[in-house]
């Protein structure tokens, strides 16, 4: 199982295709705050929702300097379908190796229904201008999630 990140540790760099197959890294956002978010699927209900509250909630979040990358495991195309069904404007990017996600803590064991198995944890890690963790959240619920993260900001 994978190491969570702590406050103050140097964000782990990345480089990613996105929905439309462009390579996107972490050092791209030098400068910005990055609210980096983990999650199971694309096109399913839990993540769909987060998706969508992201979306929502851009501009107050881009006008407090922050930008928002949503990875998940599938593969860019699935991203593309998710992105114009659902009209989101978050980047997604495609981690299918999960090495991305692995390295952010992000996939471990899970319980569902009493089963245990390997997973992606919904996490969200937020990333200050110098490429440091500011906060490291996992076990996030779908749901109101993004109402807290920026409650919690002070945004």
């Known amino acids: 199982m994978s190491e969570r990140l702590q406050p103050g540790d140097t964000a782990p760099a990345f480089t990613l295709p996105d929905a439309d197959g462009t390579e996107v890294s972490l050092a791209d956002h030098k400068g910005r705050k990055v609210i980096v978010y983990f999650y199971p699927a694309a096109l399913t209900p839990g993540c769909t929702k987060q998706a969508c509250d992201f979306t929502d909630n851009l501009d107050v979040l881009a006008g407090a300097g922050y930008d928002v990358i949503g990875i998940s495991p599938d593969k860019p195309e699935k991203l593309a ?3 114009e069904k659902e009209s989101l404007k978050v980047t997604l990017l495609a981690d299918p190796e999960k090495t991305v996600t692995e390295a ?12 245990t198995y390997m997973g992606v944890i919904r996490s969200t890690v937020i ?4 490429g440091k963790i500011e906060r490291a959240l ?3 619920r779908a749901t109101g999630h ?7 900001l002070g945004i």
């Open 81 to 83: 379908k998710f992105r």
């Open 104 to 115: 952010y803590g992000a996939y471990g064991e899970k319980k569902n229904y009493g089963k």
């Open 127 to 130: 990333v200050d201008e110098e």
């Open 138 to 140: 996992y076990n996030v």
């Open 146 to 152: 993004v109402a807290k993260i920026i409650k919690d």
